[in-house]
């Protein structure tokens, strides 16, 4: 039972010294994720109250199936983001229709996040690259950002998840700014990054809604235009099961699997960043579960997706947390304000909101990595600009689509186009390195020795072809014999099989000697069974690069570079 309800293996054995500390901790991330949440609900295009909803029932879940101690649940940029680009395309932002597609995607998410748990299917995350991954949120923080302006400046531009399209909106109604609006979020902002700087430990979110709010409600600047939260609804949310019918279901379909994916990558890389610290094990499966088990619940009392901040789960560790027990204290919060406080966030200006969601996306933008992949590797380098600006260019939900399926297609010819190398022995050795890397390596007259890195698929059994018939119509000798270096080679299937058949004749045809070195156990029991093995002869497998190149030398000496050295 335990192994399902990971709370029953650390509750009994809790101790009453981490009290303090979890209470503590719990109390700290409350206050930082009250404006938060508000934030990004409002990012979604629901009422700020969405968010609060949402939090508030992940916290009580999370920590009954969840297996970190430190993880901090509730809303994300991100998650908002994509939301957001997945109902906007269906309903209108703000409707009661909107509410309710947002509410069936937090069930939708969660049934099959639970289910891939369950089905122990948590390496499909594997599916996001990182320089997909670095690339998509990089362009999600600009979409992100540019999405708060009609909040910062207060105008009246159309909904949009593509970059050109909110530049070219944004400056048809520049002549609309609301300048208080404006001075309100920049102060906000400007506040933020220098509290975030100076006095990292407060929360700055906090300080600028409490000092926004306190502005406005002295200088009545609501009445002047600027944009306030309004009345908040009071008292716990209600559970309700929202109506739909197929038709909506697969409309949303299309968004499930990726915000399923990309809400399950933002928690596992978190939670395994502070359990590494403190040295214990997650789950991932378990951990699919609790974030499916957590959206499912939000979406029966009228919340929206979550997923793990890092954010807030620093906070969490770094005020002490020592349990799940400090998510609950976190809940209470949210509890308390929904009972008695929601009345002081009626004067709480969608300007300090816009603020505290465009200074939490900045840590988004990925340019060391950027960096590193540029001089590391092109290819994935060339893959994050390419998810980078695709994203920019059509959107969060289908730059992430198109991203992965590129990522695919990377995936796909790195393993239909393995590396080859052609070898040859160093003068004066058996020693066998790549021609290519050993420039003082020769060629041996009448000898190819050749190796792949990679397992023999159908998928890459046309690339293997290829270049075995190359490596051996460019050279000019006669070739007389074949090395083929297997050590890399861990598994062929029956169509890899059938192609060495082949080549295997080819070679008898033309009088050239095929001879296999470093075959491992499961690939010569392959071979046995479909009878490549007999049909080249015991004599034609050797157990080193080596033996088979001193077989050949024995057979032909002249061809030797130099005496070759024994032992």
Request: net charge positive.
């Amino acid at each position: 039972m335990s192994q399902y309800f990971p709370i029953l293996q650390w509750l009994p054995r809790y101790q009453r010294k981490h009290l303090r500390d979890d209470f503590l901790a719990g109390i700290t991330v409350g206050v930082v994720l009250i404006p938060q949440g508000m934030a990004y609900a409002l990012l979604a295009g629901l009422p700020p109250i969405t968010g609060l909803y949402a939090a508030l029932i992940a916290l009580l879940i999370y920590p009954i199936f969840g297996t970190s101690r430190e993880l901090s649940v509730g809303p994300m940029a991100l998650d908002s983001l994509l939301v957001a680009s997945s109902i906007s395309v269906i309903a209108d932002a703000g409707t009661e229709t909107y509410i309710l597609l947002a509410v069936l995607l937090a069930l939708m998410v969660g049934v099959v996040q639970f289910l891939l748990g369950a089905f122990r299917m948590g390496f499909l995350v594997n599916f996001l690259s990182h320089p997909v991954i670095s690339g998509f949120t990089s362009a999600a923080a600009f979409l992100i950002g540019f999405s708060q302006l009609k909040y910062l400046m207060r105008i009246d531009v159309p909904g949009s998840q593509q970059i050109l399209t909110m530049l070219i909106d944004t400056f048809r109604h520049i002549s609309e700014v609301h300048l208080i609006s404006l001075l309100i979020g920049s102060i906000s902002i400007a506040l933020l990054l220098a509290l975030r700087s100076w006095k990292p430990n407060l929360p700055g979110a906090l300080v600028v809604v409490v000092l926004g709010t306190l502005a406005v409600w002295l200088f009545d600047w609501h009445a002047n235009g600027v944009q306030i939260v309004g009345e908040v609804p009071y008292g716990l949310p209600k559970p309700a099961l929202p109506v739909f019918d197929l038709a909506t279901v697969e409309r949303l379909y299309p968004a499930v699997g990726t915000i399923a994916l990309v809400s399950f990558m933002e928690a596992i890389a978190v939670s395994k960043k502070f359990a590494a610290r403190a040295r214990y094990k997650i789950d991932a499966n378990q951990e699919l579960m609790a974030l499916g088990a957590s959206n499912i619940t939000a979406g029966f009392f009228g919340g929206y997706n979550i997923s793990g901040s890092f954010s807030r789960t620093a906070v969490n560790a770094y005020a002490g947390a020592r349990s799940g027990l400090a998510s609950l204290f976190t809940a209470l919060v949210i509890a308390l304000t929904l009972m008695f406080l929601t009345p002081l966030l009626y004067y709480m200006p969608k300007a300090v909101l816009a603020s505290i969601v465009i200074v939490s996306v900045i840590g988004l933008v990925d340019y060391k990595e950027a960096r590193r992949l540029y001089q590391v590797r092109r290819p994935d380098f060339t893959l994050l600009v390419f998810t980078f600006l695709i994203t920019l260019l059509l959107g969060a939900r289908y730059g992430m689509l198109l991203s992965i399926l590129a990522s695919l297609v990377l995936i796909i010819r790195r393993i239909s186009h393995p590396h080859v190398a052609l070898m040859g022995q160093i003068p004066g050795t058996d020693i066998v390195r790549n021609l290519r890397r050993a420039p003082e390596a020769m060629e041996i007259e009448g000898l190819v020795i050749f190796r792949i890195d990679a397992s023999l698929y159908f998928a890459n059994i046309a690339y293997l072809k290829e270049n075995i018939e190359e490596s051996i119509t460019e050279r000019k000798d006669k070739i007389r014999a074949f090395i083929f270096d297997a050590s890399s080679i861990n598994e062929i299937d029956s169509s890899a099989d059938t192609a060495l058949q082949e080549i295997a004749d080819a070679f008898e045809r033309n009088n050239i000697s095929l001879y296999f070195t470093n075959v491992k156990g499961p690939v010569r029991d392959m071979m046995k069974r479909s009878g490549l093995y007999d049909k080249l002869g015991e004599d034609h497998f050797f157990f080193s690069k080596k033996s088979a190149v001193r077989h050949y030398l024995r057979r032909h000496p002249q061809y030797a570079l130099s005496e070759v050295e024994e032992g």
